[in-house]
């Protein structure tokens, strides 16, 4: 039986449980207005140095990609996640994160994960790291520091990649 090139094998798709929580979840969690906020912080600059510029401009339909256009798109992006985009969802993650590396940076000092300027290797078994409360811990390490809307997403999404059993973290205030 031939064997089929790699360039032209179908994609495969990930095998995802009912109890797996989508991405998209995360950016409704936090509510429109802290998205919007979260879309304002957005480096363009960083965008373009991890090559990310192009993706997020097609991804989110725009013809221009600047700070305004991804102001004003904020509403449609925000209807997409709703309706469960998470191929959005995903590149507007890494828009988001790669605009606050020295944050992800420290959350990850705070929680003693082995990192180089914000990646971990993906060969570490980070989840050991995440001791019971860590969501909260980040949170009062960093909360002075960092703004809100963007730690708590980041404390999400760590949580979406690593510990799903975690659920949604909200900040107790």
């Known amino acids: 039986m031939p064997t089929i090139p790699f360039y032209r094998r179908p994609a495969r798709r990930p095998c995802v449980t009912l ?25 363009l600059g960083k965008l ?12 989110a339909h725009l ?15 925000w209807a997409r996640l709703a309706d469960g985009d998470e191929d959005l969802a995903r590149d507007l993650a890494q ?10 940076r420290d959350a990850l ?9 914000g990646f ?9 790291y995440l001791t019971a409360g860590w969501q909260q811990k980040v949170y009062d390490a960093l909360k002075e520091k960092y703004p809100g809307p963007a730690l708590v997403f980041y404390i ?8 799903q ?3 949604l973290f909200t900040p107790a205030v």
């Not at 509510?31 to 304002?40: E, P, V």
């Not at 999400?156 to 510990?163: G, M, P």
């Open 165 to 167: 059993e975690a659920g």
């Open 95 to 104: 828009a988001i994160l790669v605009s606050h590396l020295g944050m992800i």
């Open 48 to 59: 373009r140095i991890y090559q990310l510029f192009e993706p997020v401009k097609v991804r």
């Open 19 to 43: 109890a797996l929580m989508a991405l998209s979840q995360v950016f409704l969690a936090l509510g429109d207005s802290s998205f919007s906020h979260l879309l304002k912080t957005v480096s």
């Open 120 to 128: 971990f290797s993906k060969d570490i078994d980070a989840k050991a």
């Open 63 to 77: 013809v221009k990609l600047n700070s305004e256009t991804l102001r004003k798109a904020a509403p449609r992006l």
């Open 109 to 117: 000092d705070v929680l003693g994960i082995p990192n180089e300027d």
């Open 156 to 163: 999400n999404h760590l949580a979406w990649e690593l510990d």
